[in-house]
C-alpha cells in the first residue's frame, strides 16, 4: 500500500496516508516517509484514550487518494461507524479514491477455517462482498521462509515476542496453509470478474481459462461409479474443478432420492469437488444452463440404459441430448452396470421389495450418517467440536456435548469436554449415550427416536470414541516425542557445556603459565598462546553453533545452493580450523567435479565435523577426508579413527548434530558409519554440478534450491 502510494506520489498524484499503522516497525515509517499524513482524532473509551482515523479531516481535505490500513478494523465505541470499511464508504461516495489492506483470516468466509488451521479465533472480520467489490485486489504474497526470516531479523515483532510468535501462530504449516487459502480466494475472485465480463459481453461459448468439470448425477446408487469417474478425469488435470449438479423438479414433484443423494453429496466433498442442485423440469436443458453458467469445459454423464423401443415411444434420452447440445463442451458417458430381471410372482417380488426396502432404507440411513461423520472428521482435521456440529445438525438439535466424569475434592462430576450449538452444555439433557467408560454424549433439543438412537449409537459413538483414542493416541506420541527430544536437549548442551569450560580451563592454565614467574622461552610461549587462542576460538565456534541450530531448528536459517568448488571449501575449512590445527589427511580426485551446494553451509558442515574428529579422535591418528564421484553425485567422507565409544547411535556432540542438521537442510543425504574398531564415518552426499543424466540437477543449478526448506536464489 505505501509503495503503490510513493509510486502515485511521484507521479503528481494527490496522495495522503489517511491512517497506516507502523506497528513500530523502522521499516515501514521509512516507507511512509513523504507521504502527507492526516492526523488522528483521540477518542476516549471507559477512561482509555484511543487514536482512530479523522473521518472529517479526511473528508475535508479530499485528496485524489487515500492510504486506509486494517479495512477489517473495528472503531472505538463514539465514533461515527462502528467498522473502518464504512468509514471507506463514505470516502468512496465523496470521490475519494481509496488503497487499503487486509489480511486473510480476517475475511468472513475464512474465518472459521483460519481459527482451525491457527487455533486463534478472528475478533475482526470483513464481509467478503465488502473487499469483493473493490475495482483491483492485489494479492501480497511472500513465502513462509521469507516471512519466518523477517521476523527472527526483528523486522515484525520486538526481540522479547519472536520466540512465541515462530512457535505458535507463524509455524511454517500454518504460513503455507493461509497462503494457499489466499491464493484460492483471489483466484475465486478472478474467475468472477471473467464470468461478468462473458454475460456483459454476450460471450456464450466457455473460455477454458482453467478445466471445470461438471458431472451430472440423478440421486442413484450407480451415480457414485460416475463422480469417481469424473474426480479421476480431474485428478489428472491439475488446477482443474470438479462440480456435481442434481437436478431438482421446479414443478413441486419429489424424486425420492434424498438418501442416495446425501450420501453422494457426502463422496463430492470427500474428493473436493462442490455439489449444487439445480431447480428445472426438463433435466438436459436444466444441465446445460448449469455449465455455461460455471463455464464448464467438460460434462460426466451416465449413459442412458433405454433400449430403442422406449427410445422410440419416449424420445431422445437426456445424455444423448446433452452430447448433441453441447457445443464446445466435452461429454463424457459413462457405462451404467444393468441389474438383470428375475420372473418372480407378484406377490412374493412385492413382499421381498418391502422387506429389503425397509432394510434399505436403514442401512443408507446408518451408510449416509457414517459417510457425513467420516467427511466431518477429515475436513475437521480431529476436532471433536467439529464432529459434535456435525451431529448437531443431522438430528437437528440444539446443542450436542461431550461429558467426562471426573473426581475432584467435592466428589464426581461432570466435566464439558467439547460442545456445539447454542444451549448451555450443562442444562438438562435430552438424551444420553455412553462413548467410554467416563465418557458419554449428551443431546438437547429433542427427544431422539429409536430409529435416530439406534443409528447415532451405531455410527457416531464408535466414530466419537475412536476419534477420542486418536486423539489421546496423537498425545501421548508428541509428549513421547517431545520427552527424548527434550532429553537429547538437554543431554547435547550438557556436553557443550562441558567441552566449553574444559577449553577455559585450558586456556586459563595457558594464560596463567603466560602470566607466571617462571622463565619460558620464546618457544614455549608462542605454543602457549597459540594452545590459548585455540581453547577460545573453540570455546566462540561452540556458541555460534548453538545459535545456528536454534535457528536452524526455528526454519529461519536459508541455503542459497549453486555450483562450489570443493578445493576451496576445503581451503576456506582449513583456514576455519587455523594454523595450530593438527595434520588433516585430504584425498581428492583432479577429475572432481564441482558440486550443488550452500558454499558457506557445506563449509561449515566440514569444519564441525572436522572439529569433532580432532576432539574425540587419537591423537597420532589424524581425520582423513576424501571426496569420490559417484554417477550423478559426489561423496565426501570425514573419517576419524580411535573413538573408544559405543558403536550404536551418533554422537552426543554439538558440532556432529549441527552438521548432520545443516547438511539436511540442504536436501542431501547425511550417513554415519560406526564400526566396532573405533573408526567412524560420515558419508555425505551431494548431487554433482552439470550431470546431464537428470534434469532436476540441472535445475537445481539454474534455481539454486533442491530442497522444500530453501529459498531459491539466482546461480552466480
Known amino acids: 500500500m505505501l509503495a503503490e502510494g510513493q509510486r502515485r506520489r511521484a507521479r503528481a498524484t494527490d496522495v495522503v496516508a489517511a491512517l497506516v499503522e507502523t506497528h513500530g516497525r523502522r521499516q515501514t515509517a521509512m516507507m511512509a516517509e513523504g507521504l502527507e499524513t492526516i492526523p488522528r482524532r483521540t477518542v476516549t473509551y471507559r477512561g482509555s484514550t484511543f487514536a482512530e482515523m479523522d473521518l472529517d479531516a479526511v473528508l475535508a481535505r479530499h485528496p485524489q487518494v487515500a492510504l486506509v490500513d486494517e479495512l477489517a478494523h473495528t472503531n472505538v465505541p463514539g465514533c461515527r461507524n462502528a467498522k473502518r470499511w464504512q468509514d471507506v464508504d463514505e470516502l468512496l461516495d465523496a470521490g475519494i479514491d481509496v488503497i487499503t489492506t487486509v489480511n486473510v483470516q480476517h475475511l468472513d468466509s475464512l474465518s472459521d477455517v483460519a481459527r482451525q488451521i491457527t487455533g486463534v479465533r478472528q475478533q475482526e472480520t470483513l464481509p467478503d462482498e465488502i473487499a469483493r467489490r473493490a475495482d483491483q485486489i492485489e494479492l501480497v504474497d511472500m513465502a513462509p521462509e521469507a516471512l519466518r526470516r523477517r521476523m527472527v531479523h526483528g523486522n515484525v515483532y520486538p526481540p522479547d515476542r519472536i520466540e512465541a510468535a515462530l512457535t505458535h501462530y507463524f509455524r511454517p504449516g500454518n504460513l503455507t496453509a493461509l497462503r494457499e487459502l489466499a491464493l484460492l480466494w483471489v483466484a475465486d475472485r478472478v474467475d468472477e470478474g471473467l464470468q461478468r465480463y462473458r454475460a456483459e459481453h454476450g460471450i456464450g461459448a466457455p473460455w477454458e481459462t482453467r478445466e471445470r468439470i461438471v458431472v451430472g448425477i440423478a440421486g442413484e446408487p450407480a451415480d457414485e461409479r460416475i463422480i469417481r469417474r469424473a474426480a479421476r478425469i480431474a485428478a489428472n488435470t491439475p488446477g482443474s474443478d470438479l462440480v456435481a449438479a442434481?437436478?431438482?423438479?421446479?414443478?413441486?414433484?419429489?424424486?425420492?432420492?434424498?438418501?442416495?443423494?446425501?450420501?453422494?453429496?457426502?463422496?463430492?466433498?470427500?474428493?473436493?469437488?462442490?455439489?449444487?442442485q439445480v431447480p428445472g423440469t426438463d433435466i438436459a436443458e436444466a444441465l446445460l444452463r448449469f455449465a455455461h453458467d460455471q463455464n464448464a469445459t467438460q460434462m460426466v454423464l451416465g449413459a442412458s440404459r433405454r433400449n430403442r423401443l422406449v427410445t422410440l415411444l419416449a424420445g431422445k434420452s437426456t445424455p444423448t441430448k446433452l452430447a448433441r447440445c453441447a457445443g464446445h463442451i466435452d461429454v463424457h458417458l459413462v457405462s451404467r452396470e444393468s441389474a438383470g430381471r428375475r420372473p418372480w410372482a407378484a406377490a412374493g417380488l412385492l413382499t421381498v421389495l418391502r422387506v429389503r426396502r425397509g432394510r434399505a432404507r436403514r442401512e443408507t440411513a446408518a451408510a449416509s450418517a457414517l459417510s457425513r461423520l467420516a467427511a466431518s472428521v477429515v475436513s475437521g482435521h480431529g476436532d471433536p467440536a467439529a464432529l459434535l456440529e456435525e451431529i448437531r445438525g443431522m438430528f437437528d438439535l440444539a446443542a450436542v456435548s461431550l461429558l467426562e466424569q471426573r473426581h475432584d475434592g467435592a466428589g464426581p462430576g461432570w466435566h464439558v469436554m467439547a460442545s456445539a450449538g447454542d444451549v448451555p452444555s450443562d442444562g438438562p439433557a435430552d438424551f444420553l449415550l455412553p462413548v467410554t467408560e467416563k465418557i458419554t454424549l449428551a443431546g438437547h433439543g429433542h427427544r431422539l427416536s429409536g430409529e435416530e438412537q439406534r443409528v447415532l449409537s451405531r455410527c457416531a459413538v464408535p466414530m466419537v470414541a475412536g476419534l477420542l483414542r486418536r486423539r489421546q493416541d496423537e498425545q501421548d506420541a508428541d509428549a513421547a516425542r517431545r520427552a527424548a527430544d527434550q532429553r537429547s536437549r538437554s543431554a547435547l548442551l550438557a556436553a557443550t557445556g562441558r567441552q566449553a569450560r574444559d577449553q577455559l580451563a585450558r586456556a586459563d592454565a595457558s594464560l596463567a603459565l603466560l602470566a607466571g614467574p617462571e622463565a619460558i622461552s620464546p618457544g614455549e610461549r608462542a605454543a602457549l598462546a597459540a594452545?590459548?587462542?585455540?581453547?577460545?576460538?573453540?570455546?566462540?565456534?561452540?556458541?555460534?553453533?548453538?545459535?545456528?541450530?536454534?535457528?536452524?531448528?526455528?526454519?529461519?536459517?536459508?541455503?542459497?545452493?549453486?555450483?562450489?568448488?570443493?578445493?576451496?571449501?576445503?581451503?576456506?575449512?582449513?583456514?576455519?580450523?587455523?594454523?595450530?590445527?593438527?595434520?588433516?589427511?585430504?584425498?581428492?580426485?583432479?577429475?572432481?567435479?564441482?558440486?550443488?551446494?550452500?558454499?558457506?553451509?557445506?563449509?561449515?558442515?566440514?569444519?564441525?565435523?572436522?572439529?569433532?574428529?580432532?576432539?574425540?579422535?587419537?591423537?597420532?591418528?589424524?581425520?582423513?577426508?576424501?571426496?569420490?564421484?559417484?554417477?550423478?553425485?559426489?561423496?565426501?567422507?570425514?573419517?576419524?579413527?580411535?573413538?573408544?565409544?559405543?558403536?550404536?547411535?551418533?554422537?552426543?556432540?554439538?558440532?556432529?548434530?549441527?552438521?548432520?542438521?545443516?547438511?539436511?537442510?540442504?536436501?542431501?543425504?547425511?550417513?554415519?558409519?560406526?564400526?566396532?574398531?573405533?573408526?567412524?564415518?560420515?558419508?555425505?552426499?551431494?548431487?554433482?554440478?552439470?550431470?546431464?543424466?537428470?534434469?532436476?540437477?540441472?535445475?537445481?543449478?539454474?534455481?539454486?534450491?533442491?530442497?522444500?526448506?530453501?529459498?531459491?536464489?539466482?546461480?552466480?
Open 246 to 276: 442434481h437436478v431438482t423438479r421446479d414443478d413441486g414433484m419429489t424424486s425420492g432420492a434424498d438418501e442416495a443423494l446425501d450420501v453422494q453429496r457426502t463422496l463430492v466433498s470427500s474428493l473436493g469437488g462442490s455439489f449444487w
Open 531 to 716: 594452545d590459548a587462542r585455540h581453547a577460545v576460538s573453540f570455546v566462540s565456534r561452540l556458541i555460534t553453533d548453538v545459535s545456528d541450530l536454534g535457528r536452524l531448528h526455528a526454519g529461519a536459517l536459508v541455503t542459497c545452493l549453486r555450483q562450489v568448488d570443493l578445493d576451496e571449501v576445503l581451503a576456506a575449512v582449513l583456514e576455519d580450523l587455523g594454523p595450530g590445527a593438527p595434520e588433516i589427511a585430504l584425498s581428492l580426485p583432479e577429475d572432481l567435479p564441482d558440486v550443488i551446494a550452500d558454499a558457506d553451509l557445506l563449509t561449515r558442515v566440514l569444519t564441525s565435523l572436522t572439529a569433532w574428529a580432532l576432539h574425540h579422535g587419537a591423537g597420532d591418528m589424524p581425520p582423513a577426508i576424501a571426496a569420490t564421484r559417484r554417477e550423478a553425485d559426489v561423496e565426501l567422507r570425514v573419517t576419524v579413527k580411535g573413538i573408544r565409544e559405543p558403536a550404536g547411535g551418533e554422537p552426543d556432540d554439538l558440532g556432529f548434530r549441527l552438521a548432520r542438521d545443516l547438511t539436511e537442510a540442504m536436501g542431501d543425504a547425511f550417513r554415519y558409519t560406526p564400526d566396532p574398531d573405533g573408526d567412524r564415518t560420515v558419508i555425505i552426499t551431494l548431487p554433482a554440478a552439470g550431470h546431464e543424466s537428470d534434469p532436476s540437477r540441472r535445475q537445481a543449478a539454474a534455481l539454486g534450491s533442491t530442497s522444500p526448506r530453501s529459498a531459491a536464489a539466482p546461480p552466480e
